[in-house]
């Protein structure tokens, strides 16, 4: 019998499944990821409003033809 061994049969049945603790801290960090991802685009975004103020923007036919969209 190993260290191991012993560390397992000792461990009670209470303690909460580690593995699925860590899965569910995945899930969390990557949702918080994208919640800061879309936060940087929102604040790009009001940035470049900002700049650009009261110019015209580009109408999205011309983009659509720019980049070869044809739809």
Request: no cysteine.
């Amino acid at each position: 019998m190993n260290a191991t061994d012993v560390k397992t049969k000792s461990r009670p049945a209470s303690l909460p499944d580690v593995d699925r603790q860590i899965r569910n801290a995945k899930v969390v960090l990557r949702e918080l990821r994208d919640t800061l991802e879309n936060l940087d685009d929102r604040r790009e975004l009001a940035r470049a409003k900002k700049r650009n103020g009261a110019k015209a923007g580009t109408d999205w036919g011309t983009v659509k033809k720019e980049l070869g969209f044809n739809f």
